[in-house]
């Protein structure tokens, strides 16, 4: 399994790109502006999508994804997500009002995209061999992170999350778990606005980590621009006896 971050920042500017991930060139993980970076052959062959919920950090690519591909594709892009996520983007994206509905262009007999509901917890295979695997995290809307299950390893990837018990339940479940990639937004000082907004700083994350029994390399994600030194200082204090990096735009993790 290869995972390519073509975005892992919690908002732009020169260099960032918001959440997406390609798993071996043909399925994504959330579709944010780092979706950008990919030429009209790689998005051509992508497959499947998988989105973690509706907040436009995590969607917006997939707007002009859809419109790129306008008959370039044979066959639509599944796109996986929670009831809530779907009804979501039905409503308010591909309304014909923000964007259209490419889920009936350029024919309802075959779209551009395929709106697919995800159960938690209900593993799906890949073409490529891979098992997916959602389950439920704690954000400010019905959000779910993914589990990522191939020959070489296991890979999850929490979303938008805060502290909860889902979390950690889900994760414990696996039988083995080689990277997770979590989510810090906020420094430490900023706790009062993670906790509202549903996001980790470096010391909430580091005491919730107690409850892992897992011991996988961290994966951190979601830094806000211009806090990103202060989060990283303090990672090095909360985080001193775990493995862990802090993702960069175009980081290329093998399992």
């Known amino acids: 399994m290869r995972i390519k971050v073509l975005g892992c ?24 502006t780092g979706v950008g970076d990919l030429s009209l052959a790689q998005m051509s062959a992508v497959t499947d999508l998988y989105l ?9 690519g997939l707007a002009f994804m859809a419109d790129n591909l306008f008959d370039l594709i044979e066959h639509p892009i599944r796109v996986h997500a929670s009831a809530q996520t779907l009804v979501a983007l039905r409503k308010h994206i591909f309304n014909w009002i923000i ?16 709106f697919l509901e995800l159960a ?8 490529g061999g891979l098992t997916v695997t959602a389950f439920p995290v704690h954000h400010t809307v019905p959000a779910v992170g993914y589990s990522v299950a191939g020959p070489g390893g296991v890979f999850a990837f929490s979303g938008d999350t805060d502290a909860c018990d889902d979390l950690w339940t889900s ?18 000082e900023q706790a009062e606005l993670g906790i509202a ?15 892992l029994r897992h011991r996988p390399q961290l994966l951190l994600t979601h830094h806000k621009p211009g806090y990103e030194a202060v989060i990283e200082a303090q ?16 980081d290329v993790i093998d399992l």
Do not use: K
């Open 197 to 211: 907004s549903r996001h980790f700083t470096p010391e909430r994350l580091a005491a919730q980590l107690a409850r």
């Open 171 to 188: 994760l414990n479940d696996l039988p083995r778990l080689d990277r997770l990639m979590i989510e810090i937004a906020f420094p430490n």
């Open 9 to 32: 920042s919690g908002g732009v500017g020169p260099g960032l790109r918001t959440t997406s991930l390609l798993i071996d060139d043909s399925i994504l993980i959330d579709a944010g």
């Open 235 to 250: 990672c090095r204090q909360a985080l001193a006896h775990w493995d862990y990096h802090h993702l960069r735009r175009g």
């Open 52 to 60: 973690t919920h509706s907040h436009l950090d995590h969607i917006c």
């Open 99 to 114: 964007w259209p509905d490419f889920s009936q262009l350029p024919d309802p007999d075959r779209p551009i995209m395929q």
């Open 120 to 127: 938690p917890l209900s593993p799906q295979s890949t073409p």
